[in-house]
């Protein structure tokens, strides 16, 4: 059953024409972090491979191709978590830098901190040489053009988010038994200045133990903080639930609680995984046992073999 | 139902010559408080008036009395939530504000969002008239030194805690006559923290959590340690699964130095009004005020009372 890797890349409803450039996104990434996994590396460097690749890929709400703040602008949260000793890192409202997820395990592995935000994350991004890059850059003119389309007062950005797929994220468990967890994301379309979602809140966007298992969250990221929604799923699985059982008992009660729409990919330490989420569409991929996993809509679940292209 | 009110002012080391102001001060703070709710305010109105008085309180880390980060600036964290709707607010690294918890209800209140951090929290107290102070009138000259003598030590936080010397978070929990129950957490973070560190503090489910179908818990020790667990949420889930507020908040106490080596408190509410104020700490400043009396105390199972002064 091991190793295994589940990315998402975000929960939402997505236009046709945008959604196979998402599946053959989250496909690579899953392969690519899988590889990593049966040449022996850890279950941290295949989680922070795949969401490097989403980041890379514009399709995606999270480095390049984020959404845009209320001012035009690319704000990014992160973070990674490591089950083995719970040590986590994550950055908030981090700039110009391609690869937040990167700048989140620097925080981990080289500070005694757990998150940095805004300008001492990229201060600390100097200090550690990552580089700078231009802001347009990351922009798009597909987010360029959603963001002036919800400058018009009547606009509802909470119900346009789900009109392009959220946050990225990915969980893995390799041979070792090391279970570890990574999400990205350019937040919620035309926010504040300085908003912080759930992805870097430990718990929110999502939480790793080798003794339960891990969890990546995305959807309306106000509704998953209110109800922790990662730390809620393994707490359910500390309860005895299966990865399935569990993560639908957390959307569940996020729906009814909080009237919140979102999506999770959920390991255990055994290799179980489950992708669930309550929004139209979610992309997603697994690697495990040399076979692809992926869909789109709920229920939709295709294999074939790693290696087939 | 009884209204309870129950506040600490952070678990620490707490030096011999702050332990009289500290112990005044959560005293203070619980009284302010419970006369809120006695006046028929809510639990939320409850969490915020207690953590203002403590953030106005020089002997707290929080506010005025703030630690200061590397660079010498005061970058303070805070959070508020309320049970009864599982709404939030939070501000995190904000500058130039005397009471963060105030900032972070009108997040709560009049944003869409939970949490706003750095430069856009200072730039939305502005949107909404929220006074601003000079950064020096957060500075003590207490902290001002301590600041001096740990600049160049470039080991910082983890051997900064180990020898017990953190200067720490102040918190609230509240249950209201309705059975609403609210929390709250404010703080200045730790010593000689890097530019940007965003501790436990604002986090919902570390700093604190509220839900009226459980309780509500605010938490203080050492940051990473307590984001590590989610000490608030883990608490509430004992909770959730029968487990009395005072054993709850033991068992992840217990939880958190035995997987993560972390030393903190704790302090935890029922919708039902019962409270613990718990810690793993050399030493925790809590004091509750439950129908008229004040329950107080500073040592590990020290547990004083006195008549609330009317």
């Known amino acids: 059953m091991l190793p295994v890797v589940v ?82 890192g994550a950055v908030s409202a981090v700039r110009n830098i391609a690869n937040p997820v990167q700048l989140a395990r620097l925080v981990m592995d080289k500070t005694s901190h757990a998150c940095l935000t805004a300008e001492g994350a990229n201060q600390f991004a100097s200090a550690m040489g990552v580089p700078s890059v231009p802001q347009e850059s990351l922009i798009t003119e597909y987010s360029q053009m959603r963001w002036k389309k919800n400058l018009t007062p009547d606009a509802d950005p909470v119900e346009c988010q789900m009109g392009k797929m959220g946050t990225v994220g990915a969980v893995a468990v390799d041979g070792e038994g090391n279970i570890s967890c990574a999400t990205s994301t350019g937040g919620m379309l035309n926010k504040m200045e300085g908003r912080v979602g759930d992805t870097p809140c430990i718990g929110s966007g999502g939480y790793a133990d080798n003794n339960i298992g891990a969890v990546s969250t995305t959807g309306h990221g106000e509704a998953i903080m209110k109800v922790t929604l990662a730390r809620l799923i393994l707490f359910h699985m500390e309860q005895g639930q299966s990865v399935e059982a569990a993560s639908d008992l957390g959307l569940a009660y996020m729906r009814s609680r909080v009237h919140g729409l979102g999506g999770v990919v959920t390991v255990d330490p055994r290799g179980h995984w489950a992708v669930r989420f ?17 869909g789109l809509y709920t229920g939709e679940h295709y294999t074939q073999s790693i290696n087939a292209h | 139902m009884s209204a309870v009110v129950v506040v600490h002012g952070g678990a620490w080391a707490i030096p011999d010559e702050l332990a009289e102001a500290s112990v005044d001060g959560v005293k203070a703070a619980a009284c302010e408080g419970f006369s809120v709710l006695k006046r028929g305010g809510c639990a939320v109105d409850a969490v915020e008036a207690a953590v203002k008085v403590m953030e106005d309180n020089i002997a707290f880390n929080a506010g005025h009395g703030a630690a200061l980060n590397t660079d010498g600036e005061v970058a303070l964290d805070a959070m508020i939530m309320d049970g009864s709707t599982l709404e939030g607010g939070a501000v995190s690294c904000v500058e130039n504000i005397a009471n963060p918890v105030s900032l972070a209800r009108a997040v709560m209140e009049k944003t869409a969002h939970i949490m706003l951090t750095g430069r856009g929290a200072n730039m939305f107290a502005k949107s909404i008239g929220f006074t601003t102070i000079p950064t020096e009138s957060l500075l003590t000259e207490y902290e001002r030194k301590e600041w001096e003598k740990n600049k160049n030590w470039v080991t910082g936080v983890k051997d900064d805690f180990k020898t017990q010397w953190s200067h720490d978070t102040v918190g609230a929990v509240a249950v209201d006559c309705a059975g609403n129950v609210a929390c709250a957490t404010s703080t200045g973070g730790i010593r000689n923290k890097m530019v940007g560190r965003v501790g436990d503090s604002p986090i919902i489910g570390c700093g604190g959590y509220a839900d009226n179908f459980t309780g509500a818990v605010s938490c203080t020790g050492h940051g990473e340690s307590i984001l590590k667990v989610t000490l608030a949420r883990l608490i509430i889930s004992h909770i959730e699964q029968g487990k009395s507020v005072a054993d709850a908040s033991q068992l992840s106490l217990q939880y958190m130095g035995e997987r993560v080596q972390g030393a903190g408190g704790a302090i935890a509410v029922s919708p039902s009004g019962e409270w613990a104020a718990t810690f793993t700490s050399k030493r925790m400043a809590w004091a509750a005020v439950d129908s008229d009396v004040v329950w107080y105390g500073l040592e590990p199972n020290q547990r004083l009372k006195e008549q609330l002064a009317i």
Not at chain 1, 37 to 54: H, W
Not at chain 1, 64 to 80: R, T
Request: proline share 2%; net charge negative.
């Open chain 1, 7 to 88: 990315v998402h890349g975000g929960a939402g409803q997505i236009p046709k024409e945008r959604s196979e450039m998402s599946t053959a996104g989250v496909c690579r990434a899953a392969r690519a972090a899988y590889s990593i996994l049966q040449g022996g590396g850890s279950s941290m460097d295949a989680v922070v491979e795949a969401v490097s690749l989403l980041e890379n890929d514009p399709s995606f709400n999270a480095g390049c191709g984020s959404v845009l703040n209320v001012k035009g602008e690319v704000e990014m949260d992160a973070i990674v978590m490591d089950g083995k000793m719970l040590r986590s």
């Open chain 1, 278 to 294: 309550s929004s139209r569409q979610m992309s997603w991929a697994a690697a495990q046992k040399d076979t692809l996993h992926y």
